[in-house]
């Protein structure tokens, strides 16, 4: 979220509810979670059996990613949070994990996502923007894959601005607070990198569901607030 340069921490586990996620978003994830460390545990969760999981199945080589099979046992009945869960709690307690993404709209990962973090480990969620509030806001981090696929795209042009979500009132009054909450120096200037943390412990809003890829570019273009670079740092101001 910051312009910061995040520190690597190690070994990432992304866990995808494929009944839930599109196989679109894959390398648009795959790209935000190497911010965080290497993706070495990529596991897909559903009745491969379906049809409408065939676009997954013709990731799984490609991005070597492991199937999880999961037949519904009961008819309108999925077991594929329930093993997800389980999956994502012996990784956790296996401690070889540093830390996770979750690709799925359905807020029953909420849970598992608060126990992670609970863990102080990162937990970066990827879904719609019909996801639930109670999951976005449970992960470290929850970014709409549409407008990150937009955004990472090299043709994406046009497409980006239809798909992005707007800057609302309540998130301009979260950087405002978490700007006035923080230190300045005597031009009034405050890092990016201490308001994107301030704001981060109260939100999991990511620049890139309102499609920019950088804290600082959202910032920027928002009437009151001026940002400047500083010998690669970014420090913010607000201004009348």
């Known amino acids: 979220m910051t312009d910061a340069r995040t520190a690597q921490i190690g070994n990432i586990a992304l866990l995808i509810d494929a009944d ?66 389980i999956d994502g709690m012996d990784l956790l307690y296996s401690k070889r994990v540093d830390g996770f993404g979750i690709m799925s709209s359905d807020s029953d990962f909420m849970p598992l996502a608060m ?3 609970q863990d102080g480990l990162p937990v970066y969620g990827f879904g719609t923007d019909r996801t639930p509030i109670s999951f976005q806001q449970a992960c470290t981090r929850f970014i709409n894959t ?15 601005e239809t798909v992005k979500r707007p800057v609302d009132a309540q998130l301009r ?45 959202l910032i920027a273009s928002l009437p009151g607030f001026e940002v400047e670079r500083r010998d690669g740092s970014v420090f913010v101001r607000r201004v009348d």
Request: hydrophobic share 40%.
């Open 20 to 85: 839930n996620a599109s196989p679109d978003s894959l390398d648009a994830v795959l790209t935000v979670l190497a911010e965080l460390g290497t993706v070495n545990i990529r596991r897909a969760y559903g009745n491969w059996q379906k049809p409408a999981l065939k676009g997954w199945s013709a990731m799984v080589h490609q991005h070597a990613i492991e199937p999880q099979q999961q037949f519904d046992l009961t008819k309108g009945k999925s077991s594929t949070d329930m093993k997800m869960i």
């Open 115 to 117: 126990r992670i973090r």
């Open 146 to 160: 549409a407008a990150l696929t937009a955004a990472l795209s090299p043709s994406a042009g046009r497409a980006a």
């Open 173 to 217: 009054a979260l950087l405002a607070e978490a700007y006035e909450a923080v230190r300045h120096d005597d031009k009034g200037f405050a890092s990016l990198g201490s308001v994107g943390q301030h704001a981060s412990n109260r939100s999991s809003f990511d620049a890139r569901s309102y499609g920019f890829k950088r804290l600082s570019d």
